[in-house]
C-alpha cells in the first residue's frame, strides 16, 4: 500500500476540486490515480482514463475496455452521464472504479493537470511554442539542461490541448526542471495551455505561416503565440526571436526580462562557419562547438537553447556537452545514408511536418549543396485559402534551384499542382509529379525516380506528415538490406 501511494498523481478529493466533479458510488475503495490516459488502449493498472468527444468519436464508448484494463478512475461528462445514470451506477458495483461527473471531459482533464503541476511549485518550467522549430529547440533546450539538472519533458509531439496535459502527469517530485512545447490549431489553445503549466521562462521560435489557414493571418498567429507570456512572472525571462518581423510585437506587455535570440544578439558567439549539411560550428565564450543539425534555422534555434542555459547558470563547457549530444529526432533534419543499386545517396529526411517556412529553409539548405539533386516536395497541409499561393510560391523557389541543370523535382500530392505550374512558368522541364501518395504511388517513384539517380546524390524529403514521405526512407532501407542480404 506504501508503494502504490507514492505513485498517486492525484487523490480522488483533489481531483474532483480542480475538475469541480462529483463522484458516482465510488467503489471498490479507489482513492487516486497513478497515471492518465486518453485512449483507452493506453490505459494501465489505477489509470484515469478521459474520454474525449470528438468530431468523429466520443470516446465514452470504450470505458468498458478501460475498465477491463484497469482504469482507477474515469471522467464521464454530465450530459452523457444523464442519459442513462443507472448504467454507471451499476459499473461501479461491479467493478472497482469511480466516475467522476464533469461538465466537459477535456476541460477537467486540463483543470487537473493545472492542479498536478501546482503540486511543484520549485520546478524551473520553460514554454516553448513557434510556427517552426518548436521540437528542435525543445531537444536541445533539454539536451542543455540535462547537464545540469534533472528533466522532465514533452515526449514526442504531446503539445497540444491534450497533448501538454498527458505530459505535464510526467512530472515527479526529483525532477528540478520542466520543458514543455505548446503547439496550437485553434484561437487561444495557447492560452489555456499557458494557465496550466504558468512557465516562469517562455519562448517563441518565431511567427510563421503554420495553421494560417486555421487562424486567418500572421497576426492572429503572432497574437495567439505571444499568450505563452501570459504568466511569465516579473522575475522570469521572456525569450523572443530578433530578426523576426512581429519581434516588437511580441515583446509588448511582457512583465519580465526579455532575451532577444539570434546571432547578433549575443557578442558571446563568434567563429560562426556553415558546414551545410555536417550542420554549423560556431565559439561561445572560447568554447568550440559543433551543431551537427544542419540548417540556418537549427543554428538559431540552438542560440536559443545557448541563451536559456546561459540564463539558467549553466557553464560554457555545459552548454557546449549539451548542444553537440542532441539527439536527431527521426523525420526531422535527419541526414541519411544509402548505398542502393552501387548508387550512394544522401537523404535529408525532413518530413515530419511542413508549412511554407520551414519548406522554404528546407530549400535555401539544399540550394548551398553542390552536385546532383533530387527535391522530392509533398503537400503542405492546412494551409485553407492560402494554399494555393504558397504551393505556387514553392514551386518557383524550387525551380530556381532546378536551373543548375543537375536537380530533379518530384512534387507528390493534390495541393502541389500549384507548384508545377509555377515551377514549369519558370522554365523548367521534366517535373515529376503525382497528385496520388499511396503505397503504390511511393513505391513507384522509388524505383522510376529515386533508384534512377546518379551515384553520389542528394536526396530532400520535405512534406507534411499527412503525405507519408518517410516512407520513402523505409523502402529504401529495405532494399538496402535486400542488397547486403545478397552479399
Same mark, same amino acid.
Given at each position: 500500500?506504501?508503494?502504490?501511494?507514492?505513485?498517486?498523481?492525484?487523490?480522488?478529493?483533489?481531483?474532483?476540486?480542480?475538475?469541480? =466533479?462529483?463522484?458516482?458510488?465510488?467503489?471498490?475503495?479507489?482513492?487516486?490515480?497513478?497515471?492518465?490516459?486518453?485512449?483507452?488502449?493506453?490505459?494501465?493498472? %489505477?489509470?484515469?482514463?478521459?474520454?474525449?468527444?470528438?468530431?468523429?468519436?466520443?470516446?465514452?464508448?470504450?470505458?468498458?475496455q478501460a475498465i477491463e484494463k484497469g482504469a482507477s478512475?474515469?471522467?464521464?461528462?454530465?450530459?452523457?452521464?444523464?442519459?442513462?445514470?443507472?448504467?454507471?451506477?451499476?459499473?461501479?458495483?461491479?467493478?472497482?472504479?469511480? +466516475?467522476?461527473?464533469?461538465?466537459?471531459?477535456?476541460?477537467?482533464?486540463?483543470?487537473?493537470?493545472?492542479?498536478?503541476?501546482?503540486?511543484?511549485?520549485?520546478?524551473?518550467?520553460?514554454?516553448?511554442?513557434?510556427?517552426?522549430?518548436?521540437?528542435?529547440?525543445?531537444?536541445?533546450?533539454?539536451?542543455?539542461?540535462k547537464q545540469k539538472f534533472r528533466v522532465v519533458y514533452?515526449?514526442?509531439?504531446?503539445?497540444?490541448?491534450?497533448?501538454?496535459?498527458?505530459?505535464?502527469?510526467?512530472?515527479?517530485?526529483?525532477?528540478?526542471?520542466?520543458?514543455?512545447?505548446?503547439?496550437?490549431?485553434?484561437?487561444?489553445?495557447?492560452?489555456?495551455?499557458?494557465?496550466?503549466?504558468?512557465?516562469?521562462? =517562455?519562448?517563441?521560435?518565431?511567427?510563421?505561416?503554420?495553421?494560417? %489557414?486555421?487562424?486567418?493571418?500572421?497576426?492572429?498567429?503572432?497574437?495567439?503565440?505571444?499568450?505563452?507570456?501570459?504568466?511569465?512572472?516579473?522575475?522570469?525571462?521572456? +525569450?523572443?526571436?530578433?530578426?523576426?518581423?512581429?519581434?516588437?510585437? @511580441?515583446?509588448?506587455?511582457?512583465?519580465?526580462?526579455?532575451?532577444?535570440?539570434?546571432?547578433?544578439?549575443?557578442?558571446?558567439?563568434?567563429?560562426?562557419?556553415? @558546414?551545410?549539411?555536417?550542420?554549423?560550428?560556431?565559439?561561445?565564450?572560447?568554447?568550440?562547438?559543433?551543431?551537427?543539425?544542419?540548417?540556418?534555422?537549427?543554428?538559431?534555434?540552438?542560440?536559443?537553447?545557448?541563451?536559456? %542555459?546561459?540564463?539558467?547558470?549553466?557553464?560554457?563547457?555545459?552548454?557546449?556537452?549539451?548542444?553537440?549530444?542532441?539527439?536527431?529526432?527521426?523525420?526531422?533534419?535527419?541526414?541519411?545514408? +544509402?548505398?542502393?543499386?552501387?548508387?550512394?545517396?544522401?537523404?535529408?529526411?525532413?518530413?515530419?511536418?511542413?508549412?511554407?517556412?520551414?519548406?522554404?529553409?528546407?530549400?535555401?539548405?539544399?540550394?548551398?549543396?553542390?552536385?546532383?539533386?533530387?527535391?522530392?516536395?509533398?503537400?503542405?497541409?492546412?494551409?485553407?485559402?492560402?494554399?494555393?499561393?504558397?504551393?505556387?510560391?514553392?514551386?518557383?523557389?524550387?525551380?530556381?534551384?532546378?536551373?543548375?541543370?543537375?536537380?530533379?523535382?518530384?512534387?507528390?500530392?493534390?495541393?502541389?499542382?500549384?507548384?508545377?505550374?509555377?515551377?514549369?512558368?519558370?522554365?523548367?522541364?521534366?517535373?515529376?509529379?503525382?497528385?496520388? +501518395?499511396?503505397?503504390?504511388?511511393?513505391?513507384?517513384?522509388?524505383?522510376?525516380?529515386?533508384?534512377?539517380?546518379?551515384?553520389?546524390?542528394?536526396?530532400?524529403?520535405?512534406?507534411?506528415?499527412?503525405?507519408?514521405?518517410?516512407?520513402?526512407?523505409?523502402?529504401?532501407?529495405?532494399?538496402?538490406?535486400?542488397?547486403?542480404?545478397?552479399?
Open positions: 500500500m506504501e508503494n502504490k501511494r507514492q505513485y498517486t498523481l492525484l487523490t480522488i478529493d483533489e481531483l474532483k476540486t480542480a475538475s469541480a =466533479g462529483f463522484t458516482v458510488c465510488q467503489g471498490g475503495g479507489i482513492t487516486g490515480f497513478s497515471s492518465v490516459a486518453t485512449d483507452s488502449r493506453d490505459v494501465k493498472e %489505477g489509470s484515469l482514463f478521459v474520454p474525449l468527444i470528438g468530431e468523429f468519436q466520443d470516446g465514452h464508448k470504450y470505458i468498458p478512475i474515469i471522467f464521464v461528462a454530465e450530459d452523457e452521464f444523464s442519459k442513462n445514470p443507472e448504467k454507471y451506477e451499476n459499473l461501479t458495483k461491479q467493478n472497482a472504479v469511480a +466516475f467522476v461527473i464533469v461538465k466537459n471531459t477535456l476541460k477537467a482533464l486540463q483543470n487537473a493537470a493545472q492542479a498536478y503541476v501546482e503540486k511543484f511549485p520549485n520546478l524551473i518550467k520553460v514554454a516553448i511554442t513557434g510556427s517552426s522549430g518548436k521540437t528542435t529547440t525543445k531537444e536541445l533546450c533539454v539536451s542543455v539542461l514533452t515526449q514526442g509531439n504531446l503539445n497540444s490541448e491534450t497533448g501538454l496535459p498527458l505530459s505535464v502527469f510526467q512530472i515527479r517530485e526529483d525532477d528540478e526542471a520542466g520543458v514543455f512545447e505548446m503547439g496550437m490549431n485553434h484561437k487561444n489553445e495557447i492560452g489555456d495551455l499557458s494557465v496550466i503549466l504558468k512557465a516562469k521562462y =517562455g519562448i517563441i521560435t518565431n511567427i510563421g505561416t503554420a495553421h494560417i %489557414g486555421l487562424l486567418g493571418s500572421r497576426q492572429n498567429i503572432a497574437e495567439e503565440k505571444r499568450k505563452v507570456f501570459d504568466f511569465i512572472p516579473e522575475d522570469g525571462v521572456a +525569450f523572443i526571436p530578433e530578426n523576426d518581423d512581429f519581434s516588437d510585437f @511580441l515583446a509588448e506587455g511582457v512583465k519580465s526580462k526579455i532575451v532577444r535570440t539570434g546571432l547578433s544578439s549575443s557578442e558571446k558567439i563568434s567563429n560562426v562557419k556553415n @558546414l551545410g549539411i555536417e550542420g554549423t560550428e560556431f565559439s561561445y565564450k572560447g568554447e568550440k562547438i559543433h551543431l551537427k543539425l544542419p540548417g540556418s534555422y537549427n543554428f538559431l534555434n540552438a542560440l536559443t537553447a545557448v541563451s536559456l %542555459g546561459e540564463e539558467l547558470g549553466l557553464t560554457p563547457e555545459q552548454i557546449k556537452t549539451g548542444i553537440e549530444s542532441v539527439p536527431v529526432l527521426d523525420g526531422r533534419s535527419q541526414i541519411l545514408h +544509402f548505398s542502393v543499386n552501387l548508387v550512394n545517396l544522401t537523404v535529408l529526411q525532413d518530413c515530419y511536418n511542413a508549412n511554407p517556412d520551414s519548406v522554404e529553409k528546407s530549400l535555401s539548405l539544399c540550394s548551398s549543396v553542390k552536385g546532383r539533386k533530387c527535391l522530392v516536395l509533398g503537400d503542405m497541409l492546412e494551409l485553407g485559402a492560402e494554399s494555393e499561393s504558397a504551393h505556387e510560391k514553392i514551386g518557383k523557389i524550387a525551380a530556381e534551384i532546378a536551373r543548375d541543370g543537375e536537380t530533379k523535382l518530384v512534387f507528390i500530392g493534390p495541393e502541389m499542382k500549384a507548384a508545377v505550374k509555377a515551377a514549369e512558368s519558370e522554365g523548367i522541364k521534366n517535373i515529376v509529379y503525382s497528385s496520388e +501518395f499511396k503505397a503504390d504511388d511511393i513505391e513507384r517513384i522509388v524505383k522510376e525516380e529515386i533508384l534512377t539517380l546518379a551515384d553520389e546524390s542528394f536526396v530532400l524529403l520535405k512534406g507534411s506528415h499527412g503525405i507519408g514521405l518517410e516512407r520513402i526512407r523505409s523502402y529504401l532501407q529495405r532494399i538496402q538490406e535486400a542488397e547486403n542480404e545478397q552479399l
